[in-house]
């Protein structure tokens, strides 16, 4: 059974940092997009970074470019999201997903792109 789980959420205060953890059971994520995405009460989801797993190429959303990155391990299981300056409206739910159990082409890592496995998310709250 394949399981993404997110850690490292929580509240701080505006200016602060986090560090948000995406772990995968079940299967190692060699040359597949691994992505964050978050979603704030009354929004619509949005993808904010993305990693390539066998290059370690990031995308990152330009609302987050300059404060957040995107990392992962050599193990294929464990990715990183690393916010800093944090502000009021990056108060969101946050959850990291792979888009496939198969490898997947470099080119196709996108923000847009569909995903196939969802972690349950992580709650990140910036307070001013």
């Known amino acids: 059974h394949v399981q993404l789980v997110e850690s490292g959420g929580g509240s701080v205060q505006a200016g602060g940092s986090l560090r948000l953890t995406c772990e995968a059971s079940?299967?190692?994520?060699?040359?597949?997009?691994l992505g964050w995405f978050r979603q704030a009460p009354g929004k619509e989801r949005e993808g904010i970074a993305a990693?390539?797993?066998?290059?370690?190429?990031?995308l990152l959303h330009g609302a987050v470019k300059g404060r957040f990155a995107v990392s992962r391990d050599n193990t294929g299981r464990t990715m990183y999201l690393q916010m800093n300056n944090l502000k009021p409206e990056d108060t969101a739910m946050y959850y990291c997903?792979?888009?496939?159990?198969?490898?997947?082409?470099?080119?196709?890592?996108?923000?847009?792109?569909?995903?196939?496995?969802w972690g349950q998310g992580t709650q990140v709250t910036v307070a001013s």
């Open positions: 997903a792979a888009d496939s159990l198969s490898p997947t082409s470099e080119i196709s890592c996108t923000l847009s792109k569909s995903f196939a496995i």
């Open positions: 990693v390539y797993t066998g290059s370690a190429t990031t």
């Open positions: 079940g299967h190692t994520f060699n040359n597949n997009c």
